[in-house]
């Protein structure tokens, strides 16, 4: 693994033109045990109500702002947007499926203005439904490309498009709807020069990027299918900060399922990133079937993995005895989350307590209370890691 160390640092500088090459090689990375207490500060729990109004199969997004917790959820076919207070509590159902008025088809994805407190729900039909907090329809906004993210920031919303569907993006990458004042659509990253198949089925759309806003108002767009890392400034200027150079990598010129998992039989697979903080987290899957997690420190430059398929353990759960942390998203600046079984979650601390000394037993044993009187079919334990 080269590493050039002294530049790590310019990362963090936006005006700098220094562009970090992060070198993956999973056969000669260094390999670790993951701790949470090397990353975490503090460590939250929230335990979701459950009734009938509210049942989660699976969350897609979570999003907090202050006391209020947004979470997208996927049963089937039917997608929901519901908030839940900080304690857990169910508090309203944000919008509903359906085709009449206010009605979408399904939460493509979400953001918040948080200072307004209106949400955006980004449909599949290339429509924006707004809400406000209390679930009251506010308006929508057609557009005439079909994004697959949406994410707000500083009166604006920025559109991602996924691969290799940019030609529902008049063939660029990022399309950005200002809100303020009557002005025109800005659009980046041109790829009109990639062609999709002209069928349609079994074409594959590969949603493989993170974005997120960090506390200078700097948009992160890491784009894993182009290997890029780019950072947009306020002015909507965009440069590329950091290259991703993953051996024996995923061929980039593939359309169909069938020939991604033709590929996957000789190549090594990166995805599920997330930039929180001062990491960069991401999963990797080899040619040979090997899972590992892998954490990038962007000051350090230093690059570890995990051996996931070894034990089947994510970052150990040395904070407070809890089962191990799989990051899944970012819920807000430095705030990691991972949605956790209530029936494992209670049968790991009863498993862990019988092994303990008394004087150790005081954080899992207020733990186990969040969910002693769980049933298999309750909705999950949120678990949310703030990052030092």
């Known amino acids: 693994m080269y590493k050039a160390l002294t530049i790590f640092i310019f990362l963090l500088q936006i005006n700098s033109d220094y562009i970090i090459h992060l070198n993956i090689n999973p056969e000669k990375d260094k390999e670790v045990n993951f701790l949470l207490s090397e990353i975490a500060k503090q460590v939250k729990y929230i335990k979701l109500e459950t009734n009938e109004k509210c049942v989660i199969a699976w969350i897609k997004k979570l999003l907090i702002d202050g006391e209020n917790v947004f979470i997208a959820s996927h049963q089937g076919v039917v997608s929901r947007l519901f908030l839940f207070s900080s304690d857990g509590k169910f508090i309203n159902e944000i919008g509903s499926p359906g085709r009449g008025p206010?009605?979408?088809s399904t939460v493509l994805d979400f953001t918040?203005?948080?200072?307004?407190?209106?949400?955006?729900?980004?449909?599949?039909?290339?429509?924006?439904f707004l809400y406000d907090y209390s679930g009251k329809y506010l308006n929508t906004l057609k557009l005439d490309t079909r994004p697959t993210s949406i994410l707000y920031s500083n009166e604006a919303l920025f559109l991602f498009t996924a691969w290799p569907d940019y030609g529902f993006n008049k063939g660029y990458g990022i399309e950005i709807k200002q809100l303020a004042g009557n002005k025109k659509d800005i659009?980046?990253?041109?790829r009109e020069q990639i062609k999709a198949p002209k069928q349609q089925q079994g074409v594959m759309v590969d949603h493989n990027y993170f974005y997120g806003v960090?506390?200078?108002?700097?948009i992160c767009f890491l784009d894993a299918k182009f290997d890029t890392l780019y950072h947009i400034d306020p002015n909507y200027e965009i440069k590329p900060k950091m290259l991703i150079n993953l051996i024996k990598k995923m061929p980039r010129d593939l359309f169909t399922v069938e020939e991604s998992l033709e590929a996957r039989k000789t190549h090594n697979l990166a995805s599920r990133y997330i930039i929180a903080g001062n990491y960069i987290f991401f999963s990797l899957i080899t040619a040979d079937q090997i899972s590992y997690s892998y954490r990038f420190n962007i000051s350090s430059g230093e690059l570890?993995?995990?051996?996931?398929?070894?034990?089947?353990?994510?970052?150990?759960?040395?904070?407070?005895?809890?089962?191990?942390?799989?990051?899944?998203?970012?819920?807000?600046?430095?705030?990691?989350?991972?949605?956790l079984d209530c029936d494992k979650l209670k049968e790991h601390?009863?498993?862990?307590n019988q092994n303990k000394k008394p004087s150790k037993l005081i954080k899992t044993t207020d733990l186990l209370?969040?969910?002693?009187?769980?049933?298999?079919?309750?909705?999950?334990?949120?678990?949310f890691v703030i990052l030092k």
Do not use: C, W
């Open 214 to 218: 960090d506390k200078d108002g700097i």
């Open 112 to 128: 918040l203005n948080k200072v307004k407190r209106i949400i955006y729900i980004l449909d599949t039909s290339g429509k924006i």
């Open 369 to 383: 209370k969040l969910v002693q009187n769980s049933d298999y079919s309750d909705n999950p334990v949120i678990m």
């Open 304 to 339: 570890l993995k995990h051996n996931i398929s070894k034990d089947k353990n994510y970052i150990t759960n040395d904070f407070d005895g809890g089962l191990s942390f799989k990051p899944e998203g970012l819920a807000d600046e430095g705030v990691l989350y991972s949605a």
């Open 349 to 352: 601390l009863a498993n862990s």
């Open 102 to 104: 206010g009605e979408f």
């Open 187 to 190: 659009f980046l990253l041109n």
